[in-house]
T-cell receptor, first 114, second 112 residues
């Protein structure tokens, strides 16, 4: 158990809908990362927050947004869902901001868009 | 930009044998690599890392080798066990922020 929690574990929704994925980092970790894992794209970085502020952005679609709250939990919002958004979404956390800090991954949320 | 890739998508080994998983990278300035293990239904888990000032690093039953001349690294698992069955990724954290760039992954299957 990495100490990172993600809810829900599974999510099934229809095209055009909006969903929110939640992540609670390990106690004491200030940095949260979101990754998407799909069969064709592999594991791709989406976005990173550090202590409530956005610090880095990857190939995140405009239909996707995220935020980190004062209690350091983070939410990833996916809107106008398309079939291609079906994937595993992982949250990771680390103590600090930078390449030397080990990232701990949560169990993921499996999103299925029908 | 950064790029890491793996040579083989699948690898099947007999229990007790040694496993070798390979990874190539493109950026000669890359200086830090991490190997992750992802078991079915779980998130990636840190196995071992290596910095460019080292050629080899050993952990418990795992060894990572880094060849900067040919921009190649490998993960060796000694006496492979059924519990080692998973997908293995090499990854590179980028300079700013530490986001990880992952390779495509190699699925290791261990035959009893």
């Amino acid at each position: 158990d990495s100490g990172v929690t993600q809810t829900p574990k599974h999510l099934i929704t229809a095209t055009g809908q909006r969903v929110t994925l939640r992540c609670s980092p390990r106690s004491g970790d200030l940095s949260v990362y979101w990754y998407q894992q799909s069969l064709d794209q592999g594991l791709q970085f989406l976005i990173q927050y550090y202590n409530g502020e956005e610090r880095a952005k990857g190939n995140i679609l405009e239909r996707f947004s995220a935020q980190q709250f004062p209690d350091l939990h983070s939410e990833l919002n996916l809107s106008s869902l398309e079939l291609g958004d079906s994937a595993l979404y992982f949250c990771a956390s680390s103590v600090g901001y930078g390449k030397s800090y080990e990232q701990y991954f949560g169990p993921g949320t499996r999103l299925t868009v029908t | 930009g950064e790029s890491v890739g793996l040579h083989l998508p699948t690898l099947s080994v007999q229990e007790g044998d040694n496993s070798i998983i390979n990874c190539a990278y493109s950026n000669s300035a890359s200086d830090y690599f991490i190997w992750y293990k992802q078991e079915s239904g779980k998130g990636p888990q840190f196995i071992i890392d290596i910095r460019s000032n080292m050629d080899k690093r050993q952990g418990q039953r795992v060894t990572v080798l880094l060849n900067k001349t040919v921009k190649h690294l490998s993960l060796q698992i000694a006496a492979t066990q059924p519990g080692d069955s998973a997908v293995y990724f090499c990854a590179e954290p980028v300079l700013w922020g530490g986001k990880l760039i992952f390779g495509q992954g190699t699925e290791l299957s261990v035959k009893p």
